[in-house]
């Protein structure tokens, strides 16, 4: 069993800057695949990246490419998705998950999910 808990969300300004972090409980958090999805309002959940057990790959959506880099350390069992140039389509629940491997990820298969923290962008 693995448990997540995200933090770093907040309202920022369009331009702005944010850190999303992720704990994750338990021993075999460096076996996992780990990635960010996101839900805007009225729109159903997306995938926006992923990065192998051991951080040496990732993945982004082209959404976020080159804006969002995702990256791990597993000896803190923490993964972070540092969010640069926010726009207010970034706007919304942004939420960790664990999964097998960065492939079945990013097609948003995953074994467990955070309860998500929220990301509001202003104009």
């Known amino acids: 069993q693995v448990q997540l808990v995200e933090s770093g969300g907040g309202l920022v300004q369009a331009g702005d800057s944010l850190r999303l972090s992720c704990a994750a409980s338990?021993?075999?958090?460096?076996?996992?695949?780990m990635g960010w999805f996101r839900q805007a309002p009225g729109k159903e959940r997306e995938f926006v990246a992923t990065?192998?057990?051991?951080?040496?790959?990732?993945y982004a959506a082209d959404s976020v490419k080159g804006r969002f880099p995702i990256s791990r350390d597993n000896a803190k069992n923490t993964v972070y998705l540092q969010m640069n140039n926010l726009n207010p389509e970034d706007t919304g629940i942004y939420y960790c998950?664990?999964?097998?491997?960065?492939?079945?990820?990013?097609?948003?298969?995953?074994?467990?999910w955070g309860q998500g923290t929220q990301v509001t962008v202003s104009p």
């Open positions: 998950a664990a999964g097998s491997t960065i492939l079945t990820m990013a097609r948003g298969l995953t074994n467990y």
């Open positions: 338990g021993r075999t958090f460096s076996s996992y695949a």
């Open positions: 990065i192998s057990p051991s951080g040496g790959t990732s």
